[in-house]
């Protein structure tokens, strides 16, 4: 069974950073995709930032700019730098993992942007 723990969520002021990592229990280059989702209160969950097993990169418009999506195979993590962050940036951020049909979720780390 796949397991991925999210980590570095947390309370942050608007225009402040966090930086949240996505641990996996196989390395990261067995999966197609992997990447980061987010759900805020009262809303579907969506897409945040995606890297291919080839280093392919693609982020949602509204984070693109102040987001950056990274992995290291060598510690099979994927991390999403987030800068700029927001108020409408507060949601529970999911790491995903994608092999083929097969979808693999984290529990959730909670980013919270207030003043």
């Known amino acids: 069974q796949v397991q991925l723990v999210e980590s570095g969520g947390g309370l942050v002021q608007p225009g402040g950073s966090l930086r949240l990592s996505c641990a996996a229990s196989r390395s990261i280059l067995s999966f197609n995709v992997m990447g980061w989702y987010r759900q805020a209160p009262g809303k579907q969950r969506e897409l945040v930032a995606t890297?291919?097993?080839?280093?392919?990169?693609n982020y949602a418009d509204s984070v693109k700019g102040r987001f950056t999506i990274s992995r290291d195979s060598t510690k099979n993590t994927v991390n999403l730098q987030i800068n700029s962050l927001k108020s409408e940036d507060t949601a529970v951020y999911y790491c995903n993992a994608q092999w083929w049909s097969t979808a693999y979720w984290g529990q959730g780390t909670q980013v919270t942007v207030s003043s």
């Open positions: 890297i291919t097993i080839g280093g392919t990169t």
